[in-house]
C-alpha cells in the first residue's frame, strides 16, 4: 500500500492552480446564464412578432427543450469521452452560432433553425459541473457544487434587467441576441486560457481502494491499472488524440457509457430527480396568475416577490457547505429533510390565507430547493462514480427536460379545477418524494456499509 502511494506522489496538483481553475468556472457559470436570461424573456414576443400564431409559437418553443431532451445525456457521456475541454469549447462555441442566428431571425424558419445547435450544444453548464466534480474530493463538492450554483444564479438575475432595457432600444432583440453570442465568444476565450496543464489532480479516494488516486486532466481519467509515470504521460497526451480519434470509436464509447448507467440501479435517484422537478416547476408554473387571482395583487408586486425569491435562491447556494458539513457529509438524511421542507412550504404556498405566508413560504422554498438540487446531484455522482460524472449529470438534466415537457401539461389541467391546483398537485408528487426516500435510503445505507466493509 505504502508503495503505491510512492508511486502515485509525483502528481500532487498546486493548489493555486486548481482555485485558478475552480475561481473561472464560476466567472463562466455567471456569464453564461447571463446572457442567455436577456433573452428568454423575449422569445415568445419575438416569435409572436414574425407572424406566429399562439400554436406555431408553442410548438417551435418546445423545440429546443425536446433537443435538450434527448442530448443532454449524449452531449454529457461525449464530454467523459474527449475531455472537458474539447467538449466545453465546442459546445460554448456553436452555442454562440445559435445565438448569432437567433439575431438575424427574420422569419420564422431562420427562428427554429438558430434553436438547433442551442437545443443540442447548450449543455456548458453541466460540463462545468462535471469538470468541477473532476477537480475536487467528495468532501468539497457541495460546497463547490453550491458557489457554482449561486454565481450562476446572480447571472439569471441580473440578465434579466439588461435584456429588458436592451429590448425597449430599436432592434433591442437582435442586440441582445448579438451580445449574448458575443458573451458565449468570451467564455470560450476563457476557457482556452486556462491552466489546463496544471488540472493534474492526485488526492485520496476515500471511498475506493486505499491504493492510487485518480488523476484527472481535462475532465479524462486514466485507464485502471496505469500508476506514476504511465499515466503522467497518458494524461498528458490525451488532448492530442482525444478529439482526433475516429468518430466511430467515440460514439461507440458514448454508447458504452450510457448503456453502462442505463443498466445501474440510480432508477430511484433519477425517478426522484423528476418527481421533485416537476413538484417545482408547478409551484412556479402560475404563480403570478395565482397571486392575481387569490389576492388580487398586481403584477408589479409579484414581479417584486419573484425576484426576492430569486435573490435567496441564488444567496442559498453559499449555505450548500456549511448546512452540508452540520449532517457530516449525510447527504441522504439532507436530501430528505430538504424534501420534506421543500413540501411543507409548497402545501403552505397552496393554503395560504394571505400574502404574507405566501413571502414566509418563498423565503424558505427558494432555500430548501437550492440545497435539494446540490444534494441530488452530489447522490448521483456518489453512487455513479466520477469515472462518467458528465455522463450522469447529462442524464440528470435529461430527466429535468422531461419534467419541462410534463409540467405545463399538468398544470394547465390542474388549473382548470382552481387557481391552487397545480401547487396542490405539487404537494402531492413531493409526497410520493419523501416515501420514496424513506423507502430507499435504507437500501443506500446498507449498500455504503458493506463498500466500507469491503474497503
Known amino acids: 500500500m505504502k508503495d503505491q502511494k510512492c508511486r502515485c506522489s509525483p502528481l500532487f496538483q498546486k493548489p493555486r492552480g486548481r482555485t485558478r481553475i475552480i475561481r473561472c468556472i464560476y466567472v463562466v457559470g455567471f456569464m453564461d446564464l447571463f446572457g442567455v436570461s436577456m433573452i428568454i424573456p423575449q422569445l415568445s414576443h419575438h416569435v409572436k412578432a414574425l407572424g406566429a400564431s399562439p400554436t406555431v ?54 427562428f427554429v433553425l438558430a434553436r438547433i445547435p442551442v437545443g443540442l450544444f447548450k449543455h456548458s453548464l453541466s460540463i462545468c459541473r462535471a ?16 458557489h457554482f450554483n449561486a454565481a450562476s444564479s446572480v447571472g439569471f438575475i441580473l440578465g434579466p434587467v439588461v435584456g429588458g432595457y436592451l429590448t425597449e432600444r430599436e432592434g433591442g432583440f437582435y442586440t441582445s441576441s448579438f451580445t449574448c453570442a458575443v458573451i458565449f465568444l468570451t467564455n470560450a476565450g476563457l476557457v482556452q486560457m486556462l491552466p489546463w496543464s496544471e488540472a493534474l489532480i492526485h488526492r485520496e479516494d476515500d471511498d475506493a481502494s486505499k491504493g492510487c488516486s485518480k488523476s484527472v486532466r481535462n475532465g479524462s481519467h486514466a485507464e485502471p491499472g496505469s500508476t ?33 448507467l442505463a443498466s445501474s440501479d440510480m432508477w430511484d435517484l433519477f425517478l426522484m430527480r423528476l418527481l421533485m422537478a416537476v413538484a417545482i416547476m408547478l409551484y412556479h408554473s402560475n404563480f403570478a396568475l395565482a397571486m392575481e387571482e387569490r389576492f388580487s395583487l398586481k403584477p408589479k408586486v ?23 458539513r452540520l449532517y457530516g457529509s449525510n447527504m441522504p438524511a439532507l436530501l430528505l429533510h430538504s424534501t420534506v421542507l421543500t413540501c411543507s412550504l409548497i402545501f403552505l404556498y397552496a393554503a395560504a390565507p394571505s400574502v404574507s405566508q405566501v413571502l414566509l413560504s418563498s423565503t424558505f422554498f427558494a432555500i430548501s430547493t437550492t440545497i435539494g438540487r446540490t444534494c441530488i446531484t452530489d447522490l448521483e455522482l456518489q453512487r455513479g462514480g466520477a469515472q462518467a460524472s458528465g455522463t450522469l449529470i447529462g442524464a440528470g438534466q435529461s ?19 382552481s387557481p391552487c391546483g397545480p401547487a396542490s398537485l405539487g404537494v402531492v408528487l413531493a409526497l410520493a418524494a419523501v416515501g420514496l426516500l424513506l423507502i430507499r435510503i435504507p437500501t443506500w445505507d446498507r449498500k455504503e456499509t458493506t463498500r466500507k466493509a469491503q474497503l
Do not use: H, N
Request: net charge neutral; hydrophobic share 45%; aromatic share 8%.
Open 131 to 146: 469538470l468541477l466534480s473532476d477537480l475536487v474530493s467528495e468532501s468539497e463538492r457541495p460546497l463547490v457544487m453550491g
Open 399 to 417: 430527466v429535468t427536460a422531461v419534467g419541462r415537457v410534463l409540467a405545463p401539461l399538468l398544470s394547465g389541467l390542474a388549473q382548470e379545477f
Open 228 to 260: 506514476g509515470p504511465e499515466r503522467l504521460q497518458q494524461d498528458l497526451r490525451w488532448w492530442e488524440v482525444s478529439l482526433l480519434q475516429p468518430a466511430w470509436r467515440q460514439l461507440s464509447s458514448v454508447g458504452s457509457k450510457i448503456a453502462t
Open 302 to 324: 409579484t414581479g417584486y416577490l419573484i425576484s426576492y425569491s430569486s435573490t435567496l435562491g441564488a444567496l442559498a447556494g453559499f449555505l450548500v457547505g456549511p448546512v452540508t
Open 57 to 110: 409559437a408553442g410548438v417551435v418553443g418546445s423545440t429546443y427543450g425536446m433537443l435538450q431532451l434527448f442530448s443532454s445525456t449524449i452531449v454529457g457521456s461525449w464530454s467523459d469521452v474527449v475531455g472537458r475541454q474539447s467538449s466545453l469549447l465546442t459546445c460554448l462555441l456553436l452555442s454562440a452560432v445559435g445565438y448569432a442566428l437567433l439575431g438575424m431571425s427574420s422569419s420564422i424558419a431562420l
